[in-house]
T-cell receptor
Framework: DADVTQTPRNRITKTGKRIMLECSQTKGHDRMYWYRQDPGLGLRLIYYSFDVKDINKGEISDGYSVSRQAQAKFSLSLESAIPNQTALYFC?????????????FGEGSRLTVL | GESVGLHLPTLSVQEGDNSIINCAYSNSASDYFIWYKQESGKGPQFIIDIRSNMDKRQGQRVTVLLNKTVKHLSLQIAATQPGDSAVYFCAEPNTNAGKSTFGDGTTLTVKP
């Protein structure tokens, strides 16, 4: 089983709909992240959380919200989806140690907003 | 703000040749870098990292070179194989701030 699991893997929705992408991890890491990937633009950080009571905005948080329900779970919501939110979304975790900044990624959730 | 970027969005090589993927960064205080490999349909995976107290680090068939003078790093893949076809990202993990900044990625295609 994957250490970082994202659901759904694919979703097609319509403009204005509310969408939730879920992420769960079995790595025991405190830090969790949501990234967005668009063709030619690399990965951009949406939100991140260092523990259950900590939520921080990334570089492109507008139009998104998150919830850290437990150490192992971090969900991303689009309250009212719009077409330019069509993208590939990745959840990631990290140890949070100063010795390593390695991110462990899920397999991605492809979202299409019509 | 800080940024990392790659020189070429695509690279095509013949199987068995060596591949070199380049990355430039803007913050002279940057002291830690990671290369990730993203295969089709998957999330990025760690390949190798390097800290600023080193100018070279080797792994299995991969070598990362860091030139702090010109703020440039490169990933070299020896004897490139079809399984190396993927998108490669350089990233700067700011472990204090807890955030990683990614370059735009280079798509490596290996021709048989």
């Amino acid at each position: 089983d994957a250490d970082v699991t994202q659901t759904p893997r694919n979703r097609i929705t319509k403009t204005g709909k509310r969408i939730m992408l879920e992420c769960s991890q079995t790595k025991g890491h405190d830090r969790m992240y949501w990234y967005r990937q668009d063709p030619g633009l690399g990965l951009r950080l949406i939100y991140y959380s260092f523990d259950v009571k900590d939520i921080n905005k990334g570089e492109i948080s507008d139009g998104y919200s998150v919830s850290r329900q437990a150490q192992a779970k971090f969900s991303l919501s689009l309250e009212s989806a719009i077409p330019n939110q069509t993208a590939l979304y990745f959840c990631a975790t990290s140890e949070g140690s100063a010795n390593t900044g390695e991110l462990f990624f899920g397999e991605g959730s492809r979202l299409t907003v019509l | 703000g800080e940024s990392v970027g790659l020189h070429l969005p695509t690279l095509s090589v013949q199987e068995g040749d060596n591949s070199i993927i380049n990355c430039a960064y803007s913050n002279s205080a940057s002291d830690y870098f990671i290369w990730y490999k993203q295969e089709s349909g998957k999330g990025p995976q760690f390949i190798i990292d390097i800290r600023s107290n080193m100018d070279k680090r080797q792994g299995q068939r991969v070598t990362v070179l860091l030139n702090k003078t010109v703020k440039h790093l490169s990933l070299q893949i020896a004897a490139t194989q079809p399984g190396d076809s993927a998108v490669y990202f350089c990233a700067e993990p700011n472990t204090n701030a807890g955030k990683s900044t990614f370059g735009d990625g280079t798509t490596l295609t290996v021709k048989p």
